[in-house]
């Protein structure tokens, strides 16, 4: 009887391995690290997208600005042909066409400052967004450096987990079929089947246990529960067989 709830409760500390050691194959790419680094690199691509975005809308400021200079420059060379070419009659007329030159001047030089403003945005943008290209290829390199050492250890999980998987197998051999569906049983219902007892203390829920229970669970004859958890309990130190009669307990003979 000993021997098969020692086998029980290696079974069971086999699946609680493998179970935790499958919560970390499926965590490893779900840490808090690499979820920082996904979260930053959608928010530098998101500020990237906007300031290529404000880019491509100063390119084309530039280029409507271009035109209207060209198109002013063109308007002034014909108002000054005009005060050259022979039309001018009067002192007045020329006087006319001269403030209208300088009126086209005006309007070009404001162009002319406004381009060269356009252009200076467009430095600047252009060097933020080659700082944040920068930074984004630096945690995009982070993130392969820790897909690298990720793989790494999903491996050595898989590796563990499988000859885990291979002792679970052999105990679940090695068990009595009636005591595996009565284990299977209590890790469904309660998430653990065995607990060792500890003097008069069950390990799982840190109770003391009557005395007759600790008798019971030392004599080691029939299974015996914690009246608390529920779990089948199992002792470092069984009791040594005497003759006589022995108080009788709450088991279940097999």
């Known amino acids: 009887m000993r021997e098969q709830m020692l086998l029980l409760k ?16 499926q965590d490893v790419l779900r840490t808090d690290e690499t979820r920082q680094l996904f979260a930053d690199m959608h928010a530098l691509q998101k500020n990237i997208d906007r300031m290529e975005k404000a880019r491509e809308e100063l390119s084309m400021q530039y280029k409507r600005e271009e035109i209207l200079l060209m198109s002013r420059q063109t308007q002034r060379q014909q108002v000054e042909n005009s005060l050259y ?10 006087m006319q066409i001269q403030g209208r030159i300088q009126q086209i001047q005006d309007q070009i030089e404001k162009q002319e400052n406004s381009m060269m403003g356009i252009m200076e945005n467009q430095e600047t943008l252009e060097q933020k967004i080659t700082e944040v290209a920068e930074r984004y290829t630096q945690i995009q ?7 690298r ?6 491996l050595e999980l898989s590796k563990q987990i499988k000859a885990l998987t291979v002792v679970k197998s052999n105990l679940r051999e090695r068990i ?8 299977d049983e209590l890790i469904r219902k309660n998430g653990t089947a065995v607990s060792w007892l500890q003097g008069d203390i069950c390990v799982k ?19 015996v529960y914690c009246e608390t958890c529920g779990c089948l309990l199992i002792s470092h130190t069984p009791l040594e067989k005497k003759t006589g009669k022995t108080k009788r307990t709450k088991n279940i003979n097999l």
Request: charged share 30%.
């Open 10 to 25: 290696e079974l069971q500390e086999a699946e609680s391995l493998i179970g935790n050691l499958e919560k970390d194959h």
């Open 85 to 94: 070419g022979g039309t001018v009659h009067n002192n007045k007329e020329m």
């Open 141 to 147: 390199q982070g993130l392969k450096l820790k897909e």
């Open 149 to 154: 050492e990720n793989t790494a250890h999903i």
């Open 176 to 183: 009595r079929l009636d005591l595996l569906a009565m284990y």
């Open 205 to 223: 829920c840190r109770v003391v246990v009557p005395g007759y229970v600790v008798r019971g669970v030392r004599e080691a004859k029939a299974f």
